[in-house]
Every structure is written in structure tokens, then in C-alpha cells.
Nanobody
Framework: QVQLVESGGGFVQAGGSLRLSCVAS???????MSWYRQAPGKERELVATITSRRITDYADSVKGRFTISGDFLRNTVYLQMNSLKPEDTALYYCHMVIAQLPYWGQGTQVTVSS
């Protein structure tokens, strides 16, 4: 069994910053690590992803503001979020592909006030 443990969510004013982290309970090779988010009434969307080759990709809405990084030796992924906007408010989910299987975190709430 693999569990993803997230931390770093919370409340912040517009323009502020937060840093999310997520670590897997087992040290197994990870091919990709990502962050998704889901706001009320919205579909879950991919925010950022990083592959084992260190290739990164971002949703257009967060480019230039968010940075994803990963420690593949420790199955850990981070999301540095700067210049936060109210529209960034959502439940953020960590996602990892481990041993060819997808795993999801429980979600951590990010709320940005105007």
C-alpha cells in the first residue's frame, strides 16, 4: 500500500505565497509527479507535472507563478505558489505514478482571499 501525505495548504491573501509538499509512504521508483486542483463546481484540472527526466509542464493559468520540483529519490514533490489569486482557491491533490500505478493524496485546501 502506498499513501501520499500532503502539507502546506492554508489561507493566504491575494499576492501571497504558499508551498505545498507531498511525500509517498514507500520509496519506490516514480515515473511522474503532479499537482491537480479542483474548485467547487469545476472539474479536476492538472496544475503542474514533473517527470523522472525532470521535464516540467504547467497549466497556462499558473505559468510564471507556480514552480513544481521533485526529489525522485525520496518520492517527494513540491509546489511553490507565488502571486496567488482568488481563482487559485481549490482543493489541491498530489498525484504520483508508482510501479506503473496511479496514486492520489487526500487533498489539501488552498484558500486565497481578495
Amino acid at each position: 500500500q502506498v499513501q501520499l501525505v500532503e502539507s502546506g495548504g492554508g489561507f493566504v491573501q491575494a499576492g501571497g505565497s504558499l508551498r505545498l509538499s507531498c511525500v509517498a509512504s514507500r520509496n519506490i521508483w516514480t515515473s511522474a509527479m503532479s499537482w491537480y486542483r479542483q474548485a467547487p463546481g469545476k472539474e479536476r484540472e492538472l496544475v503542474a507535472t514533473i517527470t523522472s527526466r525532470r521535464i516540467t509542464d504547467y497549466a497556462d493559468s499558473v505559468k510564471g507563478r507556480f514552480t513544481i520540483s521533485g526529489d525522485f529519490l525520496r518520492n517527494t514533490v513540491y509546489l511553490q505558489m507565488n502571486s496567488l489569486k482568488p481563482e487559485d482557491t481549490a482543493l489541491y491533490y498530489c498525484h504520483m505514478v508508482i510501479a506503473q500505478l496511479p496514486y492520489w493524496g487526500q487533498g489539501t485546501q488552498v484558500t486565497v482571499s481578495s
